[in-house]
């Protein structure tokens, strides 16, 4: 069973930063994109971030996150991290990281249906 685990989740002040881990045991995260998601109280979970299997290219859902947040992987560590700058209290929220359902995909998306495989979250907290 794949199970990737985020971490790194905490309370910060609006203008701090903060980084997430997604790990996963007994499975190699390098050969499949790995996206970023979040959902908020009230709200559907949204894509964030994602990172390519192949080169590391990435790429951000849109112009809240872009500049902010940075996806990056270490593939010695088998970990993927997410870096959120910058934080604002509509960050706030439950961070998943999520495993594509296809191996080496050409481009990464930051669209839920292609993720097969899901942590159980990390919380976020922004507030002074």
């Known amino acids: 069973q794949v199970q990737p685990v985020e971490s790194g989740g905490g309370l910060v002040q609006p203008g701090g930063s903060l980084t997430l881990s997604c790990k996963a045991t007994?499975?190699?995260?390098?050969?499949?994109?790995i996206g970023w998601f979040r959902q908020a109280p009230g709200k559907g979970r949204e894509g964030v971030a994602c990172?390519?299997?192949?080169?590391?290219?990435?790429?951000y859902a849109d112009s809240s996150v872009k500049g902010r947040f940075t996806i990056s992987r270490d593939k010695a560590k088998n970990m993927v991290y997410l870096r959120i700058d910058s934080l604002k209290p509509e960050d706030a929220a439950v961070y998943y990281c999520?495993?594509?359902?296809?191996?080496?995909?050409?481009?990464?998306?930051?669209?839920?249906?292609?993720?097969?495989?899901w942590g159980r979250g990390t919380q976020v907290s922004v507030s002074s």
């Open positions: 990172i390519n299997s192949k080169d590391d290219t990435t790429d």
């Open positions: 999520a495993v594509d359902s296809v191996v080496a995909r050409a481009q990464c998306v930051t669209h839920l249906g292609v993720y097969n495989y």
């Open positions: 007994r499975f190699t995260l390098d050969y499949y994109a």
